[in-house]
């Protein structure tokens, strides 16, 4: 079982930035990937942002050349940076964890408004 907890959103202005953590613990080392997803209301939740064990990282179309994913892993910490962020971007996102050959672990989300 691996457990998430995200952090750090919040409200910003449209071309600001935010920096999202999530902290893992439990069964680290099965862990395969792991990712940020969002979901707006309304709409069906998507994939932003995917970085493997390797370091590959792969991003969504709309979030390519704005959102940036790294990982401490002296702290067992996901980030998502995020800039030149649009009205868009608004929703609760989520970090996951692929392990077992499916996103088996979920946090809790965080939510993030990008409003004047």
């Known amino acids: 079982q691996v457990q998430l907890v995200e952090s750090g959103g919040g409200l910003v202005q449209p071309g600001g930035s935010l920096r999202l953590s999530c902290a893992a613990s439990?069964?680290?080392?099965?862990?395969?990937?792991m990712g940020w997803h969002r979901q707006a209301s309304g709409k069906q939740r998507e994939l932003v942002a995917v970085?493997?064990?390797?370091?590959?990282?792969n991003y969504g179309d709309s979030v390519k050349g704005r959102f940036s994913i790294s990982r401490d892993d002296a702290k067992n910490t996901l980030y998502l940076q995020m800039n030149s962020l649009k009205p868009e971007d608004t929703a609760v996102y989520y970090c996951?964890?692929?392990?077992?050959?499916?996103?088996?672990?979920w946090g809790q989300g965080t939510q993030v408004t990008v409003s004047s």
């Open positions: 996951s964890a692929f392990t077992n050959f499916r996103w088996g672990s």
């Open positions: 439990g069964s680290i080392s099965s862990i395969v990937a």
């Open positions: 970085l493997g064990r390797d370091s590959s990282t």
